[in-house]
């Protein structure tokens, strides 16, 4: 979603700058980015929401992977060190990251520095719109299936309930009833004639 005013560049401006100058910081996060900028952290969650269509976090993470693969096409060190540089705890998590956001793993783009950021940048727009479809369509596959298979049980279990109660012959009376039995006393003794 495009910004829509110059008043949202600003802000995106303003907040990309703070991220830039606390890059080294693994530690720096969306408080430390609310209290920098002067604003509330709900006050970035929904402006970011509304310009960028985008958490406060994930924007922080663009930001970074976004310096990172501007490092690594000026060759400023290893994957590892860049990952330090731009704020990663580990270069596991770095790799992982930067390769779901542009689609080609760090170490790709140090070796061929060919390609340009935009390039890479629409591979991993039409490599993200590839996957989610089939994840989207799994999840819709297995919600329909655990749903069919319920609807199936249950049937399964009231006709069976019904058949049985049919065959066995136990008829489900509405109306209550009352059993009465005689009595008789087969003892021998006096002792135990007497009623209480």
């Known amino acids: 979603m495009a910004e829509r005013l110059p008043l949202d560049q600003d802000f ?29 952290r709900i006050t970035i969650y929904r402006r970011l929401r509304f310009i960028k269509n985008k958490g406060p976090s994930q924007f922080i993470r663009e930001i970074r992977l976004r310096q990172g693969m501007k490092l690594l096409k000026e060759n400023a060190g290893t994957v590892s060190e860049i990952a330090y540089m731009v704020g990663f705890r580990s270069p596991e998590y770095f790799n992982k990251c930067f390769h779901e956001f542009f689609g080609i793993s760090p170490g790709k783009v140090k070796k061929d520095a060919k390609h340009p950021a935009e390039d890479i940048t629409q591979i991993r727009v039409i490599e993200t719109t590839k996957q989610k479809r089939p994840v989207r369509r799994t ?32 008829e489900k009376r509405t109306e209550p009833s009352i059993a009465v ?16």
Do not use: M, W
């Open 12 to 40: 995106i401006r303003k907040l990309t700058n703070i991220i830039l100058t606390n890059i080294q910081n693994e530690n720096f996060g969306v408080g430390d980015l609310a209290v920098a900028a002067g604003v509330s």
């Open 139 to 170: 999840f819709i596959a297995l919600t329909l299936s655990v749903l069919f298979f319920t609807v199936a049980f249950i049937c399964y279990k009231i006709i069976f309930n019904n058949s049985y109660h049919k065959s066995s012959g136990i």
């Open 181 to 196: 039995l005689p009595f008789v006393n087969l003892s021998s003794g006096r002792q135990q004639q007497v009623c209480y």
